[in-house]
């Protein structure tokens, strides 16, 4: 299933060299441009539950383009 997601990449605060990518479900009535505008809250409460990250780059996209498939 196809689906609107938040792409972010964190990186560990302690060792930059260790990132993962994450992948938060949006709304699927909204759109590329409007999850983009929407981001910034969601980011912001991921990370002040998350403070041994630091979010280094984002994206809104489909999941359809992920390199690895939807589990």
């Not at 990449?9 to 990518?21: G, R």
């Not at 969601?42 to 630091?54: E, K, Y």
């Amino acid at each position: 299933m196809n689906f609107l997601e938040l792409i972010f990449t964190v990186c560990m605060v302690q060792n930059n060299a260790v990132c993962e990518d994450k992948h938060i479900a949006v709304d699927q009535q909204m759109s590329v441009m409007a999850c983009t505008s929407c981001a910034m809250p969601t980011l912001a409460r991921w990370a002040g539950d998350n403070p041994d990250w630091m979010i280094v780059r984002w994206r809104c996209d489909y999941s359809d383009q992920r390199d690895e498939p939807v589990a």
